[in-house]
């Protein structure tokens, strides 16, 4: 079965550079998610969209934005990158029309910041 | 304190061994449970979904208590590919009740299943 993909799975960059993460929810799904998860910790939810609009807010930094586009895909900006920004970043979708709630990540993009 | 809190852990027990882990969540008007794996640097994998009935699958059971806001997962005969950190994920409204979809994480515990 198709799953949730993420690109770049690895990214290095440096302080107050750009960067953008992307994410192709599974097929048919209209909820996406972004969550960081720093070194020894858990997830942390970040922003969410259903049906191409920002439907929850969670601890996301002014220096990052997202949206869904048209085909569902999602990316998140961030700008101004800090060192403290490191960490993995997962994607997650699900299908909130199908009722279940239930939430299917990507493997993930990890981000290092120098 | 935490929204979602577990047994600190970590969990070593022999191959075939019963392992049992607790929750406890703070949000009341949380909807759904979930229990997620996740391997060193790997996604969040998706377990199973927790009911106030009960639910099971396979060597794997889910209890969920409303009432004392409380979720457990029972492993049966342990494998050494059940070694993981197991999550306590709840899902709930948010303080607005206005929306519904974030998952609140628990700390995890961290089970290591040895021969």
């Known amino acids: 079965a198709a799953g949730v993909i993420q690109s770049p799975r690895h990214l290095i960059k440096e302080k107050r550079e750009t960067a953008t993460l992307k994410c192709y929810p599974i097929p048919r799904h209209d909820t996406v998610y972004w969550y960081q998860q720093g070194p020894g910790q858990d997830p942390q939810f970040l922003i969410s969209?259903?049906?191409?609009?920002?439907?929850d807010k969670g601890s996301i930094p002014d220096r990052f934005s997202a949206q869904q586009f048209s085909d569902y895909h999602s990316e998140l900006n961030m700008s101004s990158l800090e060192l403290g920004d490191s960490a993995l970043y997962f994607c997650?979708?699900?299908?909130?029309?199908?009722?279940?709630?239930?939430?299917?990540f990507g493997p993930g993009t990890r981000l290092t910041v120098t | 304190r935490k929204e979602v809190e577990q047994d600190p852990g970590p969990f070593n027990v022999p191959e075939g061994a019963t392992v049992a882990f607790n929750c406890t969540y703070s949000n009341s008007a949380s909807q759904s449970f979930f229990w997620y794996r996740q391997d060193c640097r790997k996604e969040p994998k998706l377990l199973m979904s927790?009911?106030?009935s009960g639910n099971e699958d396979g060597r794997f059971t889910a209890q969920l208590n409303r009432a004392s806001q409380y979720i457990s997962l029972l492993i049966r005969d342990s494998k050494l590919s059940d070694s993981a950190t197991y999550l306590c994920v709840v899902n709930g409204y948010n303080a607005g009740g206005t929306s519904y979809g974030k998952l609140t994480f628990g700390q995890g515990t961290i089970l290591t299943v040895h021969p």
């Open positions: 997650a979708s699900s299908s909130r029309g199908a009722g279940t709630y239930e939430q299917y």
């Open positions: 927790v009911y106030s």
């Open positions: 969209f259903y049906e191409k609009m920002q439907s």
